[in-house]
């Protein structure tokens, strides 16, 4: 019984690809392909492009420098950009023409993994941008508390002994803790089915949004109804934060929007700016849940990365620790204080290049009905995914300097004055450094998600010494265009020798 289950889940899945190349396929012929181009054989190279995407970005990107090329994926073509000058075209572009939330919303299929109105009205985004960014500076204290009292679950306090545990799926949970301190507050940010629901979020989308993306258009509401996560989620999250929600629901129709006792958190900012269908409840525990999902684990990918580079560069330890100890005498764990720790910022910041989070950045679709014409002529039509190359852009000897070597220094030596300092930080976005895209649609959360990382990093250079097995760097692992640490790598942490 389970082999025919499994023999026809397969057979299903090749008839929903076989249908969609056929069906809803366009063959852009005046574009040239890294890999197979035809209708059906670009099946295989879509298949290759999973286990191989670092090296078919690469190629294109030195064979085509300058232009735009093509790739094969499972369920549809990517168009990748390449070169400053049609970078720039993509970062001046309207979002009527080019469209960054159309193109994340199509990826992770949200008209059927989240609903709630996320596809169609995507105010939070204003939140992030606005109020998180300017207001995060009041939880610092907060943040950090969290961090620690995290941390040391997994260390034992005052040990002497090496402590090993597995790096990325800790760091997760670490994030994860201090984000949601900031989102829902205490308790519930301590609440281990709450946080395991925030983090697993996340890989529900992405499982069912990439069997959705299988299907011809046609088929995709009965395959998303069939594979979709929706009603778990918002069946968990209205365990954990509909009692939360309605009962500031109930003192806002009570005493108006600004009740006495009212919590200055994410739910508060939500419910202060959603309206109609958006107040209700379960909107708005879906809401929270996307924004989790949008926060922990980039965020936690990067500090990851950031730690086995710290391991297994220990000359840059002492000199780190010093910055940290002095900054945190003068100003504590302040938001002013975080962001003064220059060369930490720097070792992060090479850590982004180095390492990254793809191979590809600012995704965006077409949605124009005339297309869009890039600055060389060439014209994209209504409907294109396009993306620029990252990774072989951040390995480029023309962008940097012996650009396959990890320099923890190289922005801090960059930086003569403070205008230096705002171009080469770890947040600031570049022609030539595009981990959180640039323009308009640079990441929102970056800013807060740089504090959580340089926080932690901080608090880690300060109380544990760091290593990995052998004091060699686990390699990290690529699926399709996304690069993660080592998924099964361990770090190790014990109490600081002073």
């Known amino acids: 019984m389970v082999h025919a289950f499994v023999y026809a889940a397969l057979g299903l899945v090749g008839f929903l690809i076989t249908a969609k190349r056929i069906w809803d396929r366009p063959t852009y012929h005046f574009i040239p392909t890294v890999g197979p181009s035809g209708?059906?054989?670009?099946?295989?190279?879509?298949?290759?492009?999973?286990?191989?995407?670092?090296?078919?970005?690469?190629?294109?990107?030195?064979?085509?420098?300058?232009?735009?090329?093509?790739?094969?994926?499972?369920?549809?073509?990517?168009?990748?950009?390449?070169?400053?000058?049609?970078?720039?075209?993509?970062?001046?572009?309207?979002?009527?023409?080019?469209?960054?939330?159309?193109?994340?919303?199509?990826?992770?299929?949200?008209?059927?993994?989240?609903?709630?109105?996320?596809?169609?009205?995507?105010?939070?985004?204003?939140i992030v941008q606005t109020t998180l960014t300017t207001h995060f500076g009041a939880f610092c204290l907060d943040i950090h508390d969290e961090t620690v009292q995290s941390l040391a679950t997994l260390i034992p306090p005052k040990s002497q002994e090496w402590v090993s545990f597995p790096a990325l799926t800790s760091m997760t949970e670490v994030i994860a803790r201090t984000s949601n301190r900031v989102f829902v507050g205490l308790p519930l940010c301590r609440d281990p089915d709450y946080i395991a629901l925030s983090i697993d979020f996340t890989s529900n989308i992405v499982k069912a949004a990439g069997f959705i993306s299988l299907a011809p258009r046609i088929l995709q509401p009965l395959v998303g109804l069939l594979v979709s996560p929706y009603h778990r989620n918002k069946r968990m999250g209205l365990k954990h934060l509909g009692p939360i929600i309605n009962e500031r629901l109930g003192k806002r129709a009570e005493y108006g929007k600004e009740w006495d006792g009212k919590p200055n958190d994410l739910i508060s900012w939500l419910i202060d700016e959603a309206e109609g269908d958006q107040l209700q409840t379960e909107n708005l525990v879906m809401r929270i849940l996307f924004l989790n999902?949008?926060?922990?684990?980039?965020?936690?990918?990067?500090?990851?990365?950031?730690?086995?580079?710290?391991?297994?560069?220990?000359?840059?330890?002492?000199?780190?620790?010093?910055?940290?100890?002095?900054?945190?005498?003068?100003?504590?764990?302040?938001?002013?204080?975080?962001?003064?720790?220059?060369?930490?910022?720097?070792?992060?910041?090479?850590?982004?290049?180095?390492?990254?989070?793809?191979?590809?950045?600012?995704?965006?679709?077409?949605?124009?009905?005339?297309?869009?014409?890039?600055?060389?002529?060439?014209?994209?039509?209504?409907?294109?995914?396009?993306?620029?190359?990252?990774?072989?852009?951040?390995?480029?000897?023309?962008?940097?300097?012996?650009?396959?070597t990890f320099d923890g220094n190289r922005f801090f030596e960059m930086t003569e004055n403070d205008e230096d300092r705002v171009k080469y930080q770890f947040t600031s976005p570049s022609l030539q450094y595009i981990p959180f895209g640039i323009g308009r649609h640079a990441c929102p959360g970056r800013f807060f998600a740089a504090h959580e990382i340089k926080s932690t990093l901080a608090y880690v250079l300060l109380t544990y010494d760091v290593k990995v097995k052998d004091d060699v760097r686990p390699e990290n692992q690529w699926f399709a265009y996304a690069c993660v640490p080592n998924t099964q790598a361990e770090i190790m942490f014990r109490n600081r020798h002073v």
Do not use: C
């Not at 965020?299 to 100890?325: G, N």
């Not at 090479?350 to 869009?372: C, H, Q």
């Open 39 to 126: 209708r059906l054989s670009s099946y295989a190279g879509g298949l290759r492009f999973i286990t191989s995407a670092r090296e078919i970005l690469k190629h294109g990107y030195y064979r085509y420098p300058f232009a735009m090329f093509k790739v094969p994926t499972i369920d549809k073509w990517e168009i990748v950009v390449n070169g400053p000058k049609l970078i720039d075209d993509m970062r001046r572009a309207r979002d009527d023409e080019l469209s960054f939330h159309h193109a994340s919303s199509d990826n992770t299929q949200l008209k059927y993994t989240t609903k709630s109105g996320i596809k169609e009205n995507s105010y939070h985004l204003k």
């Open 293 to 404: 999902f949008a926060a922990i684990h980039t965020t936690s990918i990067t500090l990851t990365h950031a730690l086995f580079d710290l391991a297994v560069h220990p000359e840059y330890l002492q000199p780190l620790r010093d910055e940290v100890e002095a900054i945190i005498q003068e100003e504590g764990w302040t938001k002013s204080g975080v962001a003064r720790m220059y060369k930490l910022d720097s070792f992060l910041r090479e850590s982004m290049r180095y390492n990254g989070l793809a191979g590809i950045s600012m995704m965006r679709k077409v949605v124009s009905p005339e297309g869009f014409t890039f600055s060389n002529g060439v014209k994209l039509p209504y409907g294109t995914f396009l993306s620029a190359a990252a990774d072989a852009l951040h390995h480029d000897e023309a962008a940097y300097n012996d650009a396959n």
